[in-house]
C-alpha cells in the first residue's frame, strides 16, 4: 500500500535512529547565535539612544529612584569599558539574569516565567486553529473549486490576510462581546467568581475563544491559500492517477494520500507562525486583557520599563527556537522521508 | 482594447477583474493621499466640532472622535503616512534584499554560507516584538519605525533574491557573458537582475502591504510618531471608547483593511502577469 510520491529527497531511514540526539544538540546549539545577536542589537541599541543608557532603562516611569539607577548601572556595567559592559550584559543575559523590576516589586525572569502559562496556551489554540481550519477549508476550496463554497472560502482568506489583528480584535469585541454578550469582553477568569474544576476550565475557555480565533486568521488565511494550492498540485500527481487506476475510493485517495503530502509546506509555516504569534500576541493579549507575555511587553512599554521588554524579547526568541524544533520533529514524523539532519 | 496595442504583461494583468479592482481602490487611496491638504486643509489633529458625533452629522461625514476630531481628515492624512512607510520600506529592503541576497547567490560558496546564516537569525527573532524594542528604545518617529519594520524584514526577501540569482547563474546566456569577460557587476546587473526582476517586483509589492500592517501595528501601541496622523493611532485612540462609538476605531481600520487588501490583489495580479510560468502551473 505505500505508494512513493515524488522524490524531494530520498533519505536512508537508518540516518535517524541514533541522529535524533546529535539533531535535538544541534537544534538547541542553534539558539545561541540568536539570542546573541540579540543581545548584541539591544547592547547597540541601548547605546544609540540619547542620553545614558541607564536613564534610558529606567525611562520616564517615575520609578527612577538612585536605587534603581544604581542597579540599572551595576546590572549594565555602565562604568567599565564598552567591551567589559558588553560582555557583562551578555553574561547576565545566558545566566538568566535579567533584572529587578521596581515596579512590580519582582524580578523580571519571575514575572516573565509566571505569565508565560497564558501565552503558551493563548499561541497552542491559536495554531492549532489555524492548522486545523486553514487544512479543513483548503481542503475544501480545492475539492470544491468551482462551487459557491470555494469562492466564499477564498473571499474570506483574502480579507483576514490584509485585516490588521488587533483591529479584528476590537470589532470582535464590540460584536460578540458587546453587541451579543455571547463572550466576555476581556480577561482569561470571570473576576471574583473562584470557579474551580471543570467550571474553572470552561470559565477560561470562555475567556479563551476571542483572543484565539483573532491570533488565529491571519495564518488560518494563509495556510487556507496554501492548502489549496499543495491540494490541487498533488491531485495532478502520478501517485493520484495510480491509485485511482488501481480502485481506490477518491475519499481514501485524499484523505490517506493528498492530505499528507499536501500538509508538508503548512507545517514548515508553522514555525513561522509562532514567531509571528508571539509577536501577534502583544497586540491581541492588550486588547483583550489577556494577561501573558504580550500583557506584560504592553505594560512595561507604556511604563517605558525597556529593561523588562529586552528580557521579554530575549526569553521568546528562545521560545521560537524551541517551537521550530518540536515543528521540525512533527515534520519528520509526517515525512518519514526527512531525515531530521 | 482591441484596436491598442498593450504589452502582453499588461494584458495579462487587465485580464483579472480582482487586480483591476484592486489597482482601482489602490489608485482612489493614492489620489486621497495626494489632495489630503486639499480636501482637508489644516492640521487633522485640530478640533473641529463636538466630540462623538457619528458619521454623517453637522457636516462631518465619518463623524468626530472622543476629542471632536474630525474622523474623514484623519483617515484621509492617514493615508499619506501609510502610503509613505509602506512604499520607503518596500523600496529600501528590496535594496537590501539585492545587495545581500545578490551576493549571496551569485558569489556561491563561504559567502553564501555565511550570509545565509545571517539572514537565517534574522528570520528567528519575532519581528514585531523586536521592532517594538527598536522603536520604544530610540524613541518613535518616520525614521525609527521606517527602520524597525526594515531591521525585521529584509530577511525573507533576500532568500528569495537569492532562490532567483542561483536559479538564473548557472543558465546558459549567464555564463556566456562570464565566459566573454563580463565584469561581475555587470553580470548580475545587467544579465541577472533583470531576469529576476518579476519575482522581486511581486515580492516586494506584498512588502508594500506588510509594512503598512507593522505600522498600523506600531502606531497602535503608541509607538508611531506623536506629531503624525496615522491610522493605527486613531484606532488606538477610538479604543477606549469601543463600547458606545465603534466607528471611531472601526472606520480607519476599514479603511487599513482597504489598503493592504487591493495591494495584495494588485501583487496578486503582478505575479500572473510577469510570472505567467507560475500561472499556467497552477492550473485553472
Redesign the interface.
Known sequence: MTEVPPAVTQQAPAARGGGRWRFLRRRLL?AV??VL??VT??FF??R???GDPAS?LAGEAGAASPEYMAQLREQFGLDQPLLIQYLAYLWNVVTLDLGYSFRYQESNLSLIAGRMSATLLLMASSVLLSVGFGMLLGLVAALRRDRVEAALILLAA??A????????G??F??LFA?KLGWVPTSGMVTVGAAHQGLAHVLDVARHLILPAVTLSLFYMALYTRLMR?AV??NL?MNYVVTAQAKGVPPRRIVLRHVLRNAVLPLITMAG?QI??A???S??VE??FGWPGLGLL??DA??A?D?NL??G??SL??VV??LA?LVVDLMYSVIDPRVALS | MATLHLPPALRRFLRQPAAVAGALVLLGVVSLAATADLIYPGDPFDIVGRPYLPPFTDGHLLGTDTLGRDIAAGVVHGARVSLLIGTLTAVLVTAIAILIGGAAGYLGGKVDDALM?FTE??????????????V????PSLETVVGAIIIVSWAPLARLVRAEVVGLRSREYVQAAIAMGMRDASVLGRQILPNALPAILVAASVMV?TAI?FE??LS????GDPNVMSW?LM?GAG?AA??TA?WM??I??IA??LT??SI??VGDGLNEALNPRVAVG??R
Open positions: 542553534q547565535p540568536v545577536l540579540i542589537c539591544n541599541l541601548l544609540l539612544a540619547p534610558v483574502v480579507l490576510y490584509a485585516a490588521p489583528i488587533f483591529w479584528l476590537l470589532m469585541i464590540v458587546i494550492a490541487l498540485e495532478r513561522v514567531g509571528g508571539l509577536g501577534g502583544v497586540v492588550s486588547v511587553a504592553f512599554l507604556h517605558r525597556l521588554l529586552l521579554i524579547l521568546s526568541s521560537v527556537v521550530n | 546564516r537569525l534574522f528570520q528567528t527573532i519575532p519581528s514585531f516584538l523586536f521592532a517594538i524594542v527598536v520604544a528604545i530610540l524613541e502591504a500592517l498600523s501595528g497602535f501601541l503608541g509607538l493605527g484606532i479604543r469601543i463600547r465603534w476605531s472601526g480607519p481600520g487599513i483593511l493592504v487588501l495584495n490583489l497552477s492550473g
